[in-house]
């Protein structure tokens, strides 16, 4: 019984075996991989968020006229900065998680996780952020005139934080959705690759 035992434990071996290098490979692939992805996708976004930023330092450049619009100015070059500096840690990251084999597969998860954690705490400052900049759209104005605020506060006041509440609201509900689309489904899957290698 015991000899019948053994040989149900070695066939089990048997087939356990292949899944590992199996599905290290298929983390690891170049261009399909949950792990090329996230890179792709990191890349992506750190190119799109210098534009973005690069666009608007030309676009207006030319009206940064007085301390207070020199604030606001560069509060958003900070603001998107800031931003490259977190996604190029995080294309860091998976650039290390590239290079590990099935023997780290613990250091792996702990990289998942803390990508994870980075995103939520990455969005939480993005929303500190967005919420400092509003104020200072409110506050300037108190002291200084800028005239590229003029029209804007021209507004009556129930427009304007309807429209701060309905673009944080926006944000929010977008944000998610384009974090999940671009970084968390490639986690998740990474996470589920490396949970059948339990």
């Given at each position: 019984m015991e000899l019948e035992d053994l040989k149900q434990a070695w066939n089990q071996e048997d087939t356990k075996q292949p899944i590992t290098p199996a599905?290290?490979?298929?983390?690891?692939?170049?261009?399909?991989?949950?792990?090329?992805?996230?890179?792709?996708?990191y890349r992506r976004q750190m190119a799109a968020v210098a534009v973005l930023m690069s666009t608007v330092m030309?676009?207006?450049a030319k009206n940064?006229?007085?301390?207070s619009s020199h604030l606001l100015f560069w509060t958003y070059v900070g603001f998107c900065l800031l931003m490259i500096a977190a996604l190029f840690r995080n294309y860091r990251l998976t650039r290390?998680?590239?290079?590990?084999?099935?023997?780290?597969?613990?250091?792996?998860?702990?990289?998942?996780?803390m990508l994870e954690q980075r995103m939520k705490?990455?969005?939480i400052v993005a929303r500190v952020v967005i919420i400092f900049f509003i104020l200072l759209l409110e506050v300037i104005p108190l002291y200084q005139h800028v005239r590229m605020l003029a029209t804007w506060?021209?507004?009556p006041p129930v427009?304007?934080?309807s429209s701060y509440?309905?673009?944080l609201v926006f944000q929010y509900y977008l944000s998610r959705a384009i974090t999940q689309k671009k970084f968390g489904k490639h986690l998740d899957h990474l996470k589920n690759l490396l949970n059948e290698m339990k």
């Amino acid at each position: 019984m015991e000899l019948e035992d053994l040989k149900q434990a070695w066939n089990q071996e048997d087939t356990k075996q292949p899944i590992t290098p199996a599905i290290m490979e298929l983390i690891h692939q170049r261009s399909k991989g949950p792990i090329a992805r996230l890179q792709n996708a990191y890349r992506r976004q750190m190119a799109a968020v210098a534009v973005l930023m690069s666009t608007v330092m030309v676009i207006h450049a030319k009206n940064v006229e007085s301390v207070s619009s020199h604030l606001l100015f560069w509060t958003y070059v900070g603001f998107c900065l800031l931003m490259i500096a977190a996604l190029f840690r995080n294309y860091r990251l998976t650039r290390k998680m590239e290079r590990m084999d099935e023997t780290v597969k613990n250091t792996l998860e702990q990289h998942v996780t803390m990508l994870e954690q980075r995103m939520k705490w990455q969005s939480i400052v993005a929303r500190v952020v967005i919420i400092f900049f509003i104020l200072l759209l409110e506050v300037i104005p108190l002291y200084q005139h800028v005239r590229m605020l003029a029209t804007w506060h021209s507004l009556p006041p129930v427009v304007r934080f309807s429209s701060y509440a309905a673009y944080l609201v926006f944000q929010y509900y977008l944000s998610r959705a384009i974090t999940q689309k671009k970084f968390g489904k490639h986690l998740d899957h990474l996470k589920n690759l490396l949970n059948e290698m339990k």
